[in-house]
């Protein structure tokens, strides 16, 4: 995976988020194997307590599950996956509506921009 | 148990005073930066703690061991300078190393003499300051130790290198282990860290988990730094 982080937000946020994001596009399929956490560690050049953190609360939230013997994988439940999906779509969507109504277009208008730029 | 405990230190080099009272506890499992300015006390709490110099007042744990041959056989100790005789060759250092060490793996020293390209019949004078620092880490973290003290260990490598020898130490990270690493370059060093010390004349002023650090200051630990120092 390509991981990019800021150091100025906390790792295991920025982990966790692109952990969501690789599991909700499909680069990471349902019931997939998840590398160690030592791997992912050396992979991502984190420090490995901060990676078990991230999958530790990806836990809690349902989207890994671990076996005790034999590892961590994504989860299987599609419906879940695609309720992230949403949820993480939404946010984006937000973010993107406040930052350009600032700039004073109404709903017509950033449905235009929108269209001119995605391509109808 | 600690892997190391400093319990009301005190240092002085003559009528300078280092430490007086600082105490301090790790827990095994952790990657640790020391940071703070030159002169704070970084260099002198590592020597304290690999036994190079004595304390004047207090006591140091690791694993529970006084200083002495017990706590050496399970510390593993990067200096700030080439300590190995100019006249060896890489080879010669690491069978120095496996008489002096027995928890030294030879296979691991010569898996990683090889990834960086280091030729094991070079001597160490004709060595140029890069493939010095390489060779002392890889010699350090040939070690299964329980305690590694690093004493700025990526002064003088280039991004490449650094990018490995960061590996490296995640790669041998172990959860009973912990590695103190000594460095003003944080920014290069913050995203493998899981706690970070501030040493600031001798006292600690700050012991912290890194991500709660950046949480709670929405900063990067270099930012905070410059932030806590500024001249």
Redesign the interface.
Known sequence: MEWNFRNDLPIYTQLMEQLSRAIVSGELLPGAKLPSVRDMAMDAGVNPNTVQRALADLEREGLVFSQRTSGRYVTDDEALIGERKEAMAEEIARQFVDSISSLGLDKEEIIKVIERVRGK | METLKCSGLGKRYGSTRVFENLNLELEG???VGLLGPNGSGKTTLIKLCCGLLTPDAGEIKIGGEKIGPKSKAITSYLPERMALAEWMTAAQAMDYYADFFEDFSRSSATEMIHSLGLDENQSIKTMSKGTKEKLQLILTMSRKAKLYLLDEPIGGVDPATR?YI??TI??N?NPEATVLISTHLI?DV?????QVIFLREGKIILQSD???L??ER??????IFREEFRC
């Not at chain 2, 929405?218 to 930012?223: A, C, L, N, R």
């Open positions: 499992g952790h990657i990018d960061l590996n995640i790669n990270y920014s913050e995203q493998v860290l899981d890194v991500d709660d950046r949480m929405g900063k990067s630990i270099d930012e």
